[in-house]
């Protein structure tokens, strides 16, 4: 069973706060996504990789980085937290390079004040 | 501008009864359709898939059916069942892995 896990379910920040939110999965995936949720906007990709010390900037990166030191690990980091960013945010994971199904985490919810 | 449109935020449908749910895309290179679904407090998981080749795609319960000339994607869930009531969306991809997703249809099944 593939297993995504993220480090934290609830998070409260201030604003100007550099934020990490750590996403780990088990099943030696190639690829790992960032995305967030918000009403009415569906999901959508912040950022991805491909493979280890690789990055790709989706649809919304500004305001973000990410990080993959480890081919299981995959950072999301908030440079300087803003109200704007508060979110769920959701890590997935796919076996590159055929397969198109995504498996995801449980989802980190933050909210900045 | 939104490529993947879910136009119906919320539905309601009696338990036994069919749930449609609908997807509409701009983009016609998009390739290969899938639906997901999530419970609240967790991450979405797949539901179904279907290639732009076909037409109809079927997994037990489940039906997945694309008209590719009308760039519209729906779901068909029969007998829905109360386990049913969850979020749905659709997502697309084209050429690469990436996915683009639907703003989501928030499906509620009324025993």
């Known amino acids: 069973d593939v297993k995504v896990t993220q480090s934290s379910r609830y998070l409260v920040k201030r604003t100007g706060e550099k934020v990490f939110l750590e996403c780990v999965q088990d099943?030696?995936?190639?690829?790992m996504f960032w995305y967030r949720q918000d009403p009415g906007l569906g999901l959508r990709l912040i950022y991805f990789?491909?493979?280890?010390?690789?990055?790709e900037k989706g649809d919304i990166p500004e305001g973000y980085s990410v990080s993959r030191e480890k081919k299981e690990r995959f950072s999301l980091i908030l440079e300087s937290a803003s109200t704007n960013q508060t979110s769920m945010y959701l890590c997935?994971?796919?076996?590159?390079?055929?397969?198109?199904?995504?498996?995801f985490g449980p989802g980190t919810r933050l909210t900045v004040t | 501008d939104q490529q993947v449109k879910q136009n119906s935020p919320s539905l309601s449908v009696q338990e036994g009864r069919i749930s449609i749910l609908n997807c509409d895309y701009t983009?016609?290179?998009?390739?290969?359709f899938l639906w997901y679904k999530k419970y609240p407090a967790e991450g979405p998981t797949f539901l179904i898939s279907?290639?732009?080749?076909?037409d109809k795609n079927e997994d037990g319960r489940f039906t997945v059916f694309l008209n590719k000339s009308a760039k519209h994607l729906s779901l068909h869930i029969v007998p829905s069942q109360p386990g049913d009531s969850a979020v749905y969306f659709c997502?697309?991809?084209?050429?690469?892995?990436?996915?683009?997703f639907g703003t989501g249809t928030r499906l509620t099944i009324i025993p």
């Open positions: 997935a994971s796919s076996l590159a390079p055929d397969s198109y199904e995504q498996y």
């Open positions: 099943m030696d995936h190639e690829n």
């Open positions: 990789s491909y493979d280890v010390k690789m990055k």
């Open positions: 983009n016609s290179m998009f390739d290969y």
């Open positions: 279907i290639s732009s080749i076909k």
């Open positions: 997502a697309l991809v084209f050429g690469n892995e990436k996915l683009t």
